[in-house]
């Protein structure tokens, strides 16, 4: 089945682009462009659903002027020995323009609790031994290692990783991974366990924020 997603002025996760591991992240309201999946309006946008031809999991898309975003989400636990779950989003964006486009992180919510990715490296070699336990390695999150992730582009607090540029009819596929700020997240079943609520996330492209709204219960495990 296939919808318009409406335009809107106000995206009320917008993240401020300056901010720190350590310390709780700063959003504001803010006045832009976007487009969300699932809502109709007379635009022109559209979403829609597939699935994956190999692993059958959900795939969201979100097409409009010229850009064509399809996003999925992921979760894993931190580690056998913590509590806490590592909920992770990832978005391929193909530009069918003639000009180049930007790519930004544009802000990610966990029922209605604003939140930032976490601070991704590829190794914590050369990282200073006091600021290891800040940072994620990606070999050792299993989203990642597993292909779930692209580990090719991803968002993290280090500023010189929130800008990408996607080339006229080119792609590129960008990941981003946040810790659930939930104490109490997780629901089990004889189907298995997944996050509850909702989560929001979003893709600035240029100056239009693609917006993803998923019920926590459609998250693909992606853990071990």
């Not at 296939?2 to 709780?24: D, G, K, W």
């Not at 490296?121 to 597993?146: D, P, Y």
Request: with cysteine; glycine share 8%; aromatic share 10%.
């Amino acid at each position: 089945m296939r919808r318009r997603p409406a335009v809107t002025l106000t995206f009320l996760v917008c993240i401020v682009p300056s901010f720190a591991q350590h310390e709780p992240p700063t959003f504001r309201s803010q006045a832009a462009s976007a487009v969300v999946w699932g809502h109709d309006n007379e635009f022109g946008a559209i979403s829609s659903s597939v699935l994956d031809p190999v692993t059958g999991n959900t795939i969201h898309q979100l097409s409009y002027g010229g850009m064509d975003v399809s996003a999925r989400v992921g979760f894993e636990k931190i580690s056998t020995s913590e509590t806490g779950e590592l909920l992770n989003f990832t978005a391929s964006i193909v530009n069918n323009t003639a000009s180049d486009a930007s790519l930004r992180y544009g802000g990610s919510s966990v029922d209605g609790r604003a939140t930032a990715p976490l601070s991704v490296v590829f190794t914590n070699n050369g990282v200073r031994k006091r600021q290891r336990e800040q940072v994620w390695e990606v070999a050792k999150m299993h989203c990642f290692s597993s292909g779930f992730l692209s580990s090719q582009n991803f968002f993290s607090t280090n500023a010189a990783s929130q800008t990408f540029t996607v080339p006229p009819r080119r792609a590129l596929t960008v990941s981003f991974v946040i810790k659930d700020p939930r104490p109490y997240s997780m629901r089990c079943s004889m189907e298995g366990c997944y996050p509850t609520g909702t989560m929001r996330f979003a893709v600035t492209v240029n100056t239009t924020d693609f917006v993803f709204v998923w019920p926590g219960r459609s998250a693909v495990y992606c853990g071990k």
